[in-house]
């Protein structure tokens, strides 16, 4: 959810950059926020599976230390 977020706000900051540099064209800000909000989450999103796949093959610490107790 943060990710759709962050990538929801960069490609809004995207747009307004491109409304300043384009004289205020509305095709460059929709399609350089289309873009960029799309790479964003792209990104965003890999990154979240890569984690969740590195958490689901480590041991979670709290394991480590029950076995340790015991």
Known sequence: MVGVI???LAGATAGLVAVAASSHS???ALSSSVVVALAAMTVLMRFQVRAYRRAGTRRL???LDSRDAQ
């Open 6 to 8: 962050t990538a929801v």
């Open 26 to 28: 509305l095709a460059t």
């Open 61 to 63: 610490l709290a394991d």
